[in-house]
């Protein structure tokens, strides 16, 4: 689970609402608020930041936006965490336990380096990684996790959000 995905607004923080909202990602940096504009006339006032962009634009303009940390929201408001990521096989893969296996391997010893993963960062202080890996990434799948997930998708169904009309999570 991460936790550091914020919603920045791009004005300053006394910006009350909002028409729209720009979504960032590696590949559409830049194409959501063009799509957003051409649709609206008007530049997005909220911004969706996730992972690493969210800590870049956080440590460079703190004190000048007002953020939400979705995760935090929506533990606020279902008491359980937000699953943002997992790594998921197909259901018709024939080894899928061997793959699940080597990706347990590689959490491992990913998780055993942590501080030579953050020794490793350059745009923010091995310090802040070390603590942002250790206490807001989640590296288990546990029940909590699997309730948060169910009752993403729930929400998704009731608000006619198009997701698989079921949610199997068949762990091996």
């Known amino acids: 689970m991460v936790r550091n995905t914020d919603l920045e607004s791009v004005r300053p923080a006394e910006l009350h609402s909002a028409e729209s909202v720009a979504v960032e990602g590696s590949t559409e940096t830049g194409t959501a608020d063009k799509i957003s504009a051409g649709r609206t006339g008007q530049r997005p006032v909220f911004r969706l930041l996730i992972g690493d962009q969210a800590i870049r634009f956080r440590a460079k303009h703190r004190e000048h936006y007002h953020y939400w940390d979705l995760a935090d929201t929506w533990t606020k408001i279902t008491s359980l965490p937000f699953v943002f990521a997992v790594w998921l096989i197909r259901p018709e893969i024939e080894n899928a336990k061997e793959i699940a296996d080597k990706l347990r391997a590689l959490r491992k010893r990913n998780v055993a380096s942590i501080d030579e993963l953050a ?54």
């Open 119 to 172: 020794r490793s960062q350059s745009e923010v202080s091995p310090a802040f990684c070390r603590k942002y890996y250790r206490e807001h990434l989640l590296f288990d799948f546990g029940e909590r996790e699997k309730a948060g997930l169910r009752e993403f998708h729930r929400r998704c169904l009731l608000n006619k959000i198009d997701v698989a009309p079921e949610l199997r999570l068949n762990l091996v």
